[in-house]
């Protein structure tokens, strides 16, 4: 029960800092990636505002055997750059800058309505479900 309101109230917390931060504003986000135009420096002051309590969170974890819940902490990831990571990274990117929105701040965004958001967690929700079989078929391209 522990795990399930420290879940909601973190989530509420995040859900609020987007709506709060204007990062549900799909021109808000597209702005700060047009560096070569009407560049909006703004998000980095949210970026900022996560870093800087996860620096302190990540140095806490390091003190502490597990956590608030109770349960462990997971291990450190893989420090490697592979093509999953890569690639992922690449076709996360070009979703996120086509609409301006990534998976938080999309789910935020269905407060206010409209078809946008929702076409978009569809599509996400689409492609979380291939994701695991296309995985699978470059992971088998790669070792060849």
Not at 61 to 90: C, E, I, Y
Not at 115 to 139: E, H, K, S, Y
């Amino acid at each position: 029960m522990q795990r399930i309101v420290i879940a909601a109230l973190s989530g509420g917390l995040f859900g609020a800092g987007l709506l709060v931060s204007g990062m549900t504003d799909t021109n808000k986000v597209q702005g700060w990636l047009d560096v070569f135009g009407a560049w909006d420096p703004t998000l980095a002051f949210v970026l900022g505002g996560a870093i800087l309590p996860m620096m302190v969170a990540w140095h806490m974890t390091t003190k502490r055997a597990q956590s608030l819940a109770g349960t462990p902490f997971p291990g450190k990831p893989d420090p490697r750059l592979g093509h999953n990571l890569v690639l992922g990274s690449v076709l996360f990117g070009a979703g996120w800058g086509l609409v301006g929105l990534c998976p938080g701040p999309a789910i935020a965004s269905l407060s206010w309505g409209g078809t946008g958001g929702i076409v978009f967690i569809l599509a996400m929700i689409a492609g979380m479900i291939v994701a695991q079989p296309i995985r699978l078929r470059i992971d088998r391209l790669a070792a060849i």
